[in-house]
């Protein structure tokens, strides 16, 4: 069995899956029962400023049948006593010393305040510190959260003040909300923080009420933007992670980074490591379905591991970074077309209508002497359930014309029903960087590209 | 023998605790969590499957986005009798038989969604539709069944006068008289009736065109006819004491009408295995007959009952007698007692393609029961033999516009459905394109 153990900056935890600083690590209460269900460790939620929260603090983006695929919140940190939070903080770390207990702190850009909190917090006996300068509601327009993270400048001078009283591991925890999220990251290096956490909530609306008009969530009235989490933040949170990762300044600083971002399962939890996180954050998830979640968690990851033939966490962290590419590194030799297994095919049709309408009309309908028809080919007599379905035709790829854009696999209803073929490439390969820099005329001018295409028997239909 | 006395349902017994409508109406969860499920498929084999070709998919999509009165709307303008529809269509048979998820999942409920926004419809009084310019046709129609509701709107939406001839009390045909409750109740048919009406057209009942009006004033007062008559009574056995056995139909017809009157039996026969004979067995069972065996002449494999109602008359409690034919109703003092079948076998197919049933001799068997009822089809229409028109297999013949051989005399329903079987559903699309070729022979012939 697969060791799942991490040593984060000096953090240690049984398992790499902390819940976020959020409203499941609001009290004591709430975190004995999360480490009693297996959580590795917990950010505590924000302490700091003092707030008076509102109601209809959470809005959710449903889909389908799925709900919740995203959270929005308006929800400030720590409404509680300042006491009770650091008393209970040194209640749960004295009770559960093998868990990670970090605190995230979050206090007025005031060197003095920062020195307090960070000296309060150590007092505790938790493990680790997290600087939120990601909260990017209502404690951003009293120039915290993410009016910090915002400006790499205030980051770094703030982390400053911070490293200069702390004697526990400091995570910087990063806001999404931001053209580029290297930026803030170098400024937490420079100013010598000891890890990186991302992603923050992202703006967001959340919608708006078509009986009463009243933005979603009603908040007397009123509403506004909130932080968005939730499975479907996961992947702008992969391409932060990554990118943090791909950055020289970043990565030879040697700072671990905490993803998180929409993780929900063993599957995004594998995902975030493979692309360089050291340990992992779930909130929405927990917020869904509660603690029990993270038995699962860890016995998939395990599992997982264990098939794949890792042993540890270290060895599975940032495995598939170096793939992660600019557009002008891929090869354009590289060649895949779709297939459809009609085995499998339930014809429902919705490639056909894709590929035709939307993307490189190269899928047919195909009836059963060969011929191709087009749809709802059949007279008005012609119904019932014989007819309808032993006459519908199949939906076939014309392979010479498909570009091989993946619009119909990832539409496709059925598991492993269209797939992606690999062929061999038919030219040399070369990418585009060096196809510039050995004929820049061709990336340059329509007329050279026209030609290099003949030459090369690129065609386009 | 003892013969336990008939059941009669009085008014306390009200049939509303087992005839009332089977399945409940969709919630508005369900309803939303159901239409999520359907794919959307693209030119989609439920969409074929439908005789009337509704856009399923895009009825559903609607329900899904909230959007009610689209939903409707997008039901009506291939069907307007979609509230019947979606409650009698063999679906298993139709749409939802043809749903992709069928194969290896559940089918979407296809039905149960169509009501859902056909009950929104109705409930809210909600009109689509507005009759075009009057083009000051006059269009008469013969029957107000699924066939002839279905022509008679769709040619008021032109703009044509029309006028329907209905023999009986109410309009509606089977959907009012012939369907048990159990799948539609009389009020959504006529709530059908009065949409109908509302498009302008005019509904004539007791009214027995042929002999008022007579054909000749149908041909002289109007510009076309369609006929929708249906189909005849129930044929005879010709066995003797066959006066003691009920008409099926009168048996349906007084469960939906008479509730209160209704004699059901405590052992019962019904003769017959197709979809009449089923409804007949089903309310017999639950109404208070312990006993109800129906009696075929084949066997399973050629009953024309559709599977599925098959099954849930199984699940029903009702025993089948295969291979069996009536040949005497026994009674005493004018009191039944049940009836003398003899055992068949099944030799060559006949002209339906059918094995052919042959008597078994010196296997006569006596049934014991308190009240029989036969369900064995229905007689031809007797109208195309009045108006001396061309016959296939006694109904009535059409071409492809549901032209008679009698031209400007069009015909739909029931009475021209030659092969395969007849449905409310068929019916309706044979109205609606009937309007179509009326409506463009009157516009082409000026």
Redesign the interface.
């Known amino acids: 069995m697969a060791d799942l153990s991490i040593n984060f900056a000096g953090i240690r935890s049984p398992n790499p899956f902390w819940l976020a600083s959020a409203p499941p690590t609001n009290s004591g209460a709430q975190i004995h029962r999360a480490f009693e269900a297996g959580w590795g460790g917990a950010v505590w939620k924000t302490i700091g400023a003092p707030v008076l929260n509102v109601s209809n603090r959470y809005g959710a983006w449903s889909y389908g049948n799925q709900k919740m695929l995203a959270i929005n919140n308006v929800e400030l940190i720590s409404d509680r006593p300042i006491q009770t939070n650091l008393r209970e903080i040194a209640e749960v770390k004295r009770a559960w010393p093998d868990r990670a207990v970090i605190v995230s702190a979050m206090v007025e850009s005031k060197p003095e305040a920062w020195h307090d909190i960070i000296k309060r917090i150590q007092d505790t006996g938790a493990d680790g510190i997290e600087l939120n300068y990601g909260c990017p509601h209502g404690m951003s327009e009293r120039g915290m959260g993410s009016a910090v993270g915002q400006v790499p400048e205030y980051c770094e001078q703030i982390t400053r003040w911070v490293m200069e009283v702390a004697k526990i591991p400091v995570i910087v925890k990063l806001t999404p909300n931001i053209s580029d999220i290297v930026m803030p990251a170098r400024a937490a290096v420079a100013a010598g923080a000891n890890a990186l956490s991302l992603i923050n909530t992202i703006n967001s609306i959340i919608g708006v009420d078509l009986d009463t008009l009243q933005i979603t969530p009603n908040i007397g009235g009123r509403g506004g933007h909130g932080g968005y989490a939730g499975p479907a933040v996961k992947p702008i949170a992969l391409n932060m992670l990554a990118s943090l990762g791909r950055d020289a300044t970043v990565r030879d600083s040697g700072l671990p980074i905490s993803g998180m971002g929409g993780i929900t399962t063993w599957r995004d939890a594998a995902e975030f490591l493979l692309l360089g996180a050291r340990s992992l954050q779930v909130c929405t998830a927990v917020m869904h379905y509660g603690f029990r979640i993270i038995e699962d968690i860890c016995d998939g990851l395990s599992n997982w591991m264990d098939e794949k033939g890792f042993s540890t966490i270290p060895e599975v962290v940032a495995r598939s970074l170096y793939r992660v590419s600019d557009f002008k590194d891929f090869d354009l030799s590289f060649r895949a077309v779709a297939r459809i297994d009609q085995n499998k095919c339930i014809r429902c049709d919705l490639c056909y209508v894709a590929c035709n309408d939307t993307a490189h009309q190269c899928i047919d309908l195909v009836d059963k002497s060969g011929k191709v028809v087009p749809p709802s080919a059949y007279d008005p007599r012609s119904n019932g359930r014989v007819e309808a379905v032993g006459t519908r035709p199949s939906v076939v790829v014309r392979e010479l014309d498909c570009v091989g854009c993946r619009l119909c696999y990832n539409i496709c209803p059925v598991e492993n029903c269209i797939q992606m073929a690999e062929l061999p490439p038919a030219k040399p390969s070369i990418t585009w960087d060096q196809l510039s820099k050995q004929q820049p005329d061709v990336t340059e001018d329509w007329p050279q590209m026209e030609q290099y295409r003949r030459k090369m028997g690129i065609r386009i239909h | 023998m003892n013969i336990t006395p008939e059941v009669t349902l009085n008014d306390t017994a009200s049939p509303s605790s087992g005839l009332r409508e089977l399945l409940p109406p969709l919630s508005e969860h369900e309803a939303i969590?159901e239409s999520?499920?359907c794919?959307?498929?693209?030119?989609?084999?439920?969409t074929?499957?439908?005789?009337t070709?509704i856009d399923i998919p895009k009825f559903i999509k609607k329900i899904h986005t909230g959007n009610l009165r689209g939903s409707a709307r997008t039901i009506f303008e291939s069907n307007l009798l979609g509230a019947t529809c979606a409650r009698v269509c063999p679906v298993?048979?139709?749409c939802e038989?043809?749903c992709?998820?069928g194969?290896e999942h559940k089918p979407i409920a296809i039905g149960r969604l169509q009501r859902y926004a056909m009950d929104h419809a109705y409930s809210r009084k909600l009109e689509f539709f507005r009759p075009a310019a009057s083009t000051g046709k006059k269009i008469a129609i013969v029957g107000a069944g699924p066939a002839g509701l279905s022509c008679a709107g769709e040619l008021a939406k032109f703009g044509h006068a029309v006028t329907v001839f209905e023999k009986r009390d109410l309009a509606g045909g089977l959907s009012t008289y012939g369907i048990i409750s159990l799948r539609e109740p009389v009020e959504v048919a006529l709530m059908e009736v009065a949409m109908v009406q509302k498009l302008g057209v005019r509904l004539e009942t007791t009214r027995d065109a042929g002999t008022n009006p007579t054909v000749d004033e149908l041909q002289r007062n109007f510009d076309s006819i369609f006929l929708s008559v249906g189909l005849g009574n129930t044929p005879q056995l010709g066995i003797p004491g066959e006066e003691f056995i009920l008409d099926g139909l009168q048996y349906i017809e007084g469960s939906k009408h008479h509730p209160s009157r209704l004699r059901v039996g405590s052992n019962v026969i019904v003769i017959g295995a197709g979809n009449t004979a089923i409804d007949c067995a089903t309310i017999a069972r639950r109404i208070g007959a312990e006993r109800v065996t129906m009696i075929y002449r084949r066997t399973e494999n050629e009953m024309t009952a559709y599977p599925h109602e098959y099954d849930f008359v199984k699940r029903e409690g009702v025993t089948f007698w295969f291979l069996a034919q009536p040949i005497r109703v026994i009674h005493e003092k004018g009191r039944l007692l049940g009836l003398e079948c003899v055992r068949i076998e099944l030799g060559e197919p006949d002209s339906s393609g059918r094995p052919t049933p042959r008597p078994v001799p010196e296997s006569t068997m006596f049934l014991p029961a308190d009240q029989i009822v036969k369900a064995i089809g229905q007689h031809r229409p007797s109208i195309a033999a009045l108006l001396n028109l061309k016959t296939e297999k006694g109904f009535i013949q059409v071409n492809e516009n549901f032209e008679t051989s009698f031209a400007g005399i069009f015909a739909g329903g029931d009475c021209i459905r030659a092969r395969g079987s007849a449905s409310t559903v068929?019916a309706v699309?044979d109205g609606k394109?009937a309007a179509r070729a009326i409506h463009l022979r009157l516009v082409n012939h000026g």
């Open positions: 969590t999520a499920r794919l959307m498929c693209y030119d989609a084999p439920c074929h499957a439908c005789p070709h298993q048979e139709l038989g043809a992709v998820l194969s068929m699309q394109l």
